[in-house]
């Protein structure tokens, strides 16, 4: 029996600081990972992520691995949606990880992930940062596109995160969606119906001043908050956002970010 063809990819991109600009110290790509690197105009990176498999299915893997040098400020994001399509066999897998040097700053915001029904994926992001670093990572899933009318009744998702500071975990979790999605989602306790959700973790000098006016933003929506949180005596702010499809997520989502990028608007990738 011929197995199916199934897809592999990796990436990996290494910042440095050089003449006053965050530049390209090291850039690897092979199989389906692709990474663009658009002009920017200021002393910051951008670096767009592009699955050229259009998509993970039973079996695929996908690895990635950032890694930004000291007092480079590197942004991350994706060419587009990342859809998790049916699996017939298999999980898909997609594995991140990033190290964050002194005194430079990364924002991890891909765009949403697409689950489709009977779709299968496990996802980790492993953060490092020097004691001085500063990040934000933000994580959109969709259970389904609900203008098109998919229900997601059946699957499997799981979302670990792991992130250090000087060698010292300040933030973990383990998210699982098994079994009747749908049925799990419309649970009071979990999304109560929402179709959309998004985890915010931003780890700062700053957060404790930025807690006030993020709570501000979210007070309207009943489904999200966000708390603050000193561990070991390092910063971090962490926000939950649940809505009823992704473009009301999105609306929530995109003020927050550039608000904790300092007025600075999402990466173009991401417009409306």
Not at 46 to 50: G, S, T
Not at 138 to 142: I, K, Q, S, T, W
């Given at each position: 029996?011929?197995?199916p063809q199934r897809a592999r990819g990796e990436g990996r991109l290494v910042a440095k600081a050089e003449g006053g600009r965050t530049r390209i110290a090291e850039l690897y790509q092979e199989g389906c990972a692709k990474i663009r690197l658009p002009r920017t105009f200021d002393a910051s990176m951008?670096?767009?992520?592009?699955n050229s498999s259009g998509g993970v299915t039973g079996g695929d893997r996908l690895s990635w691995e950032f890694r930004a040098g000291e007092g480079t400020k590197l942004t991350l994001t994706t060419q587009a949606c990342e859809k998790v399509y049916k699996a017939s066999a298999g999980t898909a897998e997609i594995a991140t990880r990033i190290s964050v040097a002194a005194g430079a700053h990364v924002d991890w915001l891909p765009q949403e992930t697409i689950l489709f029904d009977r779709s299968a994926l496990s996802r980790s992001l492993e953060v490092d940062l020097a004691a001085d670093a500063s990040f934000l990572a933000?994580?959109?899933?969709?259970i389904g596109r609900k203008a098109m009318g998919?229900?997601?009744r059946a699957g499997l998702f799981r979302d670990n995160w792991r992130i250090r500071s000087g060698g010292r975990l300040i933030h973990a979790e383990n998210l699982a969606l098994a079994g009747d999605i749908a049925a799990l989602a419309s649970r009071r306790a979990v999304l109560d119906g929402a179709a959309a959700f998004a985890t915010?973790?931003?780890a700062a000098p700053d957060c404790e001043s930025q807690l006030s006016k993020l709570r501000l933003a979210l007070a309207g929506h009943a489904l999200s908050g966000v708390s603050h949180y000193d561990v070991g005596g390092r910063d971090k702010m962490v926000a939950r956002v649940a809505a009823a499809d992704?473009?009301?997520l999105r609306k929530i989502l995109i003020p927050l970010i550039s608000h904790l990028r300092k007025g600075a608007s999402v990466p173009k990738v991401w417009t409306l």
């Open positions: 029996m011929i197995a951008e670096a767009v992520l592009i933000v994580e959109a899933v969709l998919e229900v997601v915010l973790v931003y992704g473009f009301a």
